[in-house]
């Protein structure tokens, strides 16, 4: 079946620390692969996409790299700020023709926490 | 982007009551929406799927006399939590998207409903 997994949390950094959130997935085919954020208190934000493999999925630094062979789509900064922290969550939408086309599935969701 | 909006933001109410939340996509026609229900710390649990004038398709342990969706229009759907109860107190959150093929799903802010 499809599945996403996610690095256990919570990851701690300074500002300006490099990230990376790793997360892998388990479907057929080409799925479409999602990052969303969530802050404290807020709904979910769609961070980046990738819709096929080799994408780069980028938004306000944050890159993602689908990758077929590895099946991951890890998430990366370069130099995180205090305003980064927040909770990454990893979906995938399964890919079209599959019994579950239409529905996001996610991983179990990474508390990120940036201290000054 | 696409905005969804969900209302209310948070409810407190008496158990054995009922309470609907809305969730609407102001600046698109959303085929197909999600109810997913988070708890405390977790992921997202998919509860239902419902597209525009049919019947919600619901996930496996979700009772449908208990959560109501009602898709009324291209805008509209309606979570209705029957008879609620404290252990129903969660975090309820509705994704809309334009179509059902690798579409990215935007999110609604969120209901955190409190039953007491």
């Known amino acids: 079946g499809n599945s996403v997994t996610q690095m256990e949390g919570p990851v701690t950094l300074s500002e300006e620390a490099f990230l990376t959130i790793n997360c892998t997935y388990t479907a057929t085919g080409y799925p479409s692969l999602f990052w969303y954020v969530q802050y404290p208190g807020e709904g979910l934000q769609l961070l980046l996409k990738?819709?096929?493999?080799?994408d780069k999925g980028s938004n306000k630094g944050f890159e993602a790299t689908y990758r077929k062979e590895t099946t991951s789509f890890h998430l990366e900064k370069g130099s995180v700020q205090v305003s980064d922290s927040a909770v990454y969550f990893c979906?995938?939408?399964?890919?079209?023709?599959?019994?579950?086309?239409?529905?996001?599935?996610f991983g179990q969701g990474t508390t990120l926490q940036v201290k000054p | 982007g696409a905005v969804v909006s969900q209302h209310p933001s948070r409810v407190i109410c008496k158990s054995g009551t009922s309470v609907k939340i809305e969730c609407r996509s102001l600046d698109f026609q959303a085929t197909t929406m999600f109810w997913y229900r988070q708890f405390p710390k977790q992921s997202l649990m998919l509860m239902a799927t419902s597209n525009e004038g049919s019947k919600a398709t619901y996930e496996q342990g979700v009772e449908k006399d208990k959560f109501l969706i009602n898709h009324a229009s291209l805008t509209l759907s309606t979570l209705t939590v029957t008879s609620a109860h404290p252990e129903d107190s969660s975090f309820y959150i509705c994704?809309?998207?334009?179509?059902?093929?690798?579409?990215?799903?935007?999110f609604g802010q969120g209901t955190r409903l409190t039953v007491v």
């Open positions: 994704s809309a998207r334009r179509g059902r093929v690798n579409t990215e799903a935007f």
């Open positions: 979906a995938l939408s399964p890919a079209p023709g599959s019994s579950n086309t239409g529905k996001l599935i």
């Open positions: 990738a819709t096929k493999a080799d």
